[in-house]
């Protein structure tokens, strides 16, 4: 299979017609290989917008929910310290760092961090093994905080850590739900929430369990 062309037609039919129009954003998307980071059996489906299995019980978000979340965050500068919740196998914290960002990967599945640090081997991305309600107090404030799957509610810890001027964004819904929202909420003082458009998502899971990740 021939994934370089797949990757190219996935940009260029599922998400630049979609509303995706950073040019920043699409060039990660192009540059970035995603088909290391599901498991082997769905490689050949790394570019369908599909929430591919990493493991027995987590899914990646689709790759058009990854990218209008990402362009929601706003322009990425260099160096820009962003916070990847539920960080996988490393996908969306690789576009990110692609784009400039210092990223930091967190995740409660030791087995799954340490494959994303096997396949994001960059001085960019920093990955912690760890609640992924609590977040990353040590390294915050964020300038921007992303949740890579859907979760009932925002914990307050991570909106704590969002810095004055920065930027969140989630799903959120219960599990089952047919129809969620991904929202943006701005700044950890007057915080000010936008919905950004409708989905579903697989929810981010409780540490250790194969259960829906509550907060």
């Known amino acids: 299979m021939d994934f370089s062309l797949a990757r190219t037609n996935m940009v260029k039919s599922q998400i630049a017609p979609n509303r995706v129009d950073n040019p920043a954003l699409l060039e990660a998307f192009l540059s970035t290989s995603r088909e290391p980071f599901v498991v082997d059996t769905h490689k050949e489906f790394a570019y369908s917008d599909h929430a591919l299995p990493m493991n027995a019980t987590r899914r990646a978000l689709k790759p058009l ?30 576009l990110l760092a692609h784009m400039g960002g210092e990223v930091f990967a967190l995740e409660a599945d030791p087995a799954l961090a340490e494959l994303g640090k096997q396949l994001t081997h960059t001085d960019a991305i920093h990955w912690q093994v760890g609640a992924m309600a609590s977040g990353w107090p040590e390294r915050a404030p964020f300038e921007a905080i992303l949740l890579c799957g859907s979760v009932e509610s925002i914990p ?5 850590q969002l810095g004055t001027h920065g930027q969140l964004v989630a799903i959120v819904g219960q599990p089952g739900d047919p129809v969620m929202q991904a929202v943006r909420v701005r700044g950890n003082r007057e915080q000010k929430t936008d919905i950004l458009f409708e989905t579903v998502a697989f929810p981010l899971l409780a540490e250790g369990s194969g259960q829906p990740f509550r907060l």
Do not use: C, D, M, S
């Open 65 to 94: 929910q990854t990218a209008r979340l990402v362009q929601a965050l706003g322009i990425i500068t260099a160096g820009q310290k962003i916070l990847v919740v539920g960080a996988g196998t490393g996908y969306e914290a690789t």
């Open 156 to 160: 307050n810890p991570l909106l704590a």
